[in-house]
């Protein structure tokens, strides 16, 4: 098995970006200790790279039979037969025990919530997805998780931060993912998975998106309206989810496969924009 095998299996994109949200959310966590631990810093990295490695893994365990059906997924390591799901299950566990060793040893709640991710992601989402579009609610919990763990990791206990953190990652889900599910609509029913709101390409499905991205203005304007931020990331929030909403709006107008692709891309660049901002002006605030 070579890195692009490995990579598939873990989907090292997605991975790199929940490591990088929870990165963010320890650093954010240490200052309100006004202490940053750098070994329990990488420890968090490694750790939750693991975890997120091993709640993938999982789920294309469970899903090898429908991979085969997409032409988006029919190349990963199992369905295409580089790897067999004992092998798959062999590294997922290996990964999965070790993740939550490494997040365990910073705090107890640290690695309860990991392992409450893995848990919500691989075996509750997982098989929702061929069953209802509640799943994209389901998957929203762990795929929010993220921040939180990377909060408490360093600060201990689930405070106001805390949650604003997983607020905005909460909320941000749906119009992510939805715009990814209006992309690949036709790939997913090959699958038999209904994630879109109402099931469909349709009015319903964009009016739906609009709506929670228009729920995300305010969520992402609470680090500003609680006092942990200042007007730097107030004002940046505002304008990332102004423009995040008007490429909603886009799509609540077209309902085109391209509008739904410029909201997908938007949301890559509006979450860590908004997570860095609430980082840097957190900093200077508590100085």
Known sequence: MNWSDFSKLIKARLTFLVVFSASISFLIGSRANDHINWINWLKLIVGGFLV???ANAFNEIIEKDLDKLMKRTMDRPIPSGKMNTGQALVLGLGMGMAGTYLLGSLNLLTGLLSVFSILLYAFAYTPLKRKSPIAVFVGAIPGALPPLIGYVAAHGKIDDIALILFGIQFVW????????????????KLAGFRLLPTGNRNLGSAVITFIFT???????L?????????????????????????????????QQIESARKLMFGSFIYLPVVQLMFLFDFIGKVK
């Open 52 to 54: 997120t490695s091993a």
């Open 222 to 254: 609470l680090p500003t309206i609680y006092g942990y931020g200042g007007y730097y990331v107030g004002g940046v929030s505002l304008i990332c989810s102004l423009i995040f909403l008007y490429q909603a709006l886009g799509l609540l107008r077209t």
């Open 173 to 188: 889900q749906f119009p992510h993912f939805w715009a990814i599910a209006w992309v690949l609509d036709d790939d997913y």
């Open 214 to 220: 228009l729920i995300l203005v305010p969520v992402s």
